[in-house]
């Protein structure tokens, strides 16, 4: 079965100071991943998805076949940073549903 | 930019009633999904559709139904509401890689 886990519930870090939201997936196939962000009062929306290998925001995420791992990471934190993360992974082909999982809070404290 | 609206943000309901919640979108998209959000829990997927007229259990239907009878709306019912069901729903569209999220309803069940 498809699973993806965030360990964290909550991150707290320093402006300024590196983030790294972990992401750790289980899936037989060859997934597709993705991360998702939801800012306080707002929608939820995609933030990046591992084939664009681009970075948003100053975010990059690598996705690491080995170690089955697709982790966040943004080199200097900033205040509206701070939002609910979500790690997705496409079940399957095509137009199928995303399996998320539970979200890691990242609070940025000035 | 795609819209995806939901009918209410908020909704107050009795146990037992019967509850609609609506979803339109304006982009043409073909598939489109309901998730309930809980904290600690993140997003689940409830029910999907591919086209008109069509649908697919998510990971937990129980105590839910849908509707597609136009390509532009998707409809999660509650046929009789309970306590346990008061969450965050949120709907979402997509074609291709990328879903978009609608603004939630807040369903309480009193």
């Known amino acids: 079965a498809q699973r993806v886990t965030q360990p964290e519930k909550l991150l707290s870090v320093f402006k300024g100071a590196p983030v790294e939201l972990k992401c750790n997936y289980s899936?037989?196939?060859?997934?597709?991943l993705f991360w998702y962000v939801q800012y306080s009062r707002q929608r939820l929306q995609l933030l990046l998805r591992h084939i664009s290998r681009e970075s948003i925001k100053g975010f990059t995420a690598d996705l690491n076949k080995g170690e089955t791992s697709f982790h966040l990471k943004k080199p200097f934190a900033q205040e509206e940073d701070s939002a609910m993360y979500y790690c997705?992974?496409?079940?399957?082909?095509?137009?199928?549903?995303?399996?998320f999982g539970k979200g890691t809070r990242l609070s940025v404290i000035a | 930019d795609v819209k995806v609206t939901q009918s209410s943000r908020y909704l107050v309901k009795r146990t037992g009633e019967k509850v609609f919640l609506e979803c339109v979108q304006d982009m043409d998209h073909e598939n489109m999904f309901w998730y309930r959000q809980d904290p600690g829990l993140g997003l689940r997927l409830i029910y999907f559709?591919?086209?008109?007229?069509?649908?697919e259990k998510g990971d937990i239907p129980e105590g839910y139904s849908v509707s597609r009878e136009k390509k532009e709306r998707f409809s999660l019912i509650l046929e009789s509401a309970s306590t346990n069901q008061t969450s965050m729903y949120l709907c979402?569209?997509?074609?291709?890689?990328?879903?978009?999220f609608g603004q939630g309803t807040r369903l309480t069940v009193v």
């Open positions: 997705a992974l496409r079940r399957g082909a095509g137009n199928t549903p995303l399996v």
């Open positions: 979402a569209s997509s074609y291709g890689a990328e879903a978009f």
């Open positions: 559709s591919y086209d008109v007229k069509m649908k």
């Open positions: 899936y037989s196939g060859s997934p597709e």
